[in-house]
Nanobody, 120 residues
Framework: VQLQASGGGLVQAGGSLRLSCAAS????????IHWFRQAPGKEREFVAR????????RYTDSVKGRFTISRDSAKNTVYLQLNSVTPEDTAVYYC??????????????WGQGTQVTVSS
């Protein structure tokens, strides 16, 4: 059982990028998937989440109106669309499924991280 994050890369300020988080099992269809990021020298921070059953979404203030989280249940994949990126969005992005949010999970699951670098 694992989460696989991908889609990172180098993008110019103002550009767009789409991150993907693919789950290896159908179990993840009904749990919330979260995106976090960690910039160099900073603590990991919450970015966005999408609920399992109803797909409700939540974002940290700094990305509202620029990032969009969505899921394709048929593909067991959650996406994070990054638009109008700034150098402050540069970070390693991680997807996660957390037992604290979904007790059905035996433990927390984290993807390996994907690097997003925004050039000015």
């Amino acid at each position: 059982v694992q989460l696989q994050a991908s889609g990172g890369g180098l993008v110019q300020a103002g550009g767009s990028l789409r991150l993907s988080c693919a789950a290896s099992e159908r179990t993840f269809r009904n749990v919330a998937i979260h995106w976090f990021r960690q910039a160099p020298g900073k603590e990991r921070e919450f970015v966005a989440r999408i609920g399992g059953y109803f797909g409700s979404t939540r974002y940290t203030d700094s990305v509202k109106g620029r990032f969009t989280i969505s899921r394709d249940s048929a593909k067991n994949t959650v996406y994070l669309q990054l638009n109008s990126v700034t150098p402050e969005d540069t970070a390693v992005y991680y997807c996660a499924a957390l037992r604290q949010v979904d007790p059905i999970l035996p433990r927390d699951y984290w993807g390996q991280g994907t690097q997003v670098t925004v050039s000015s």
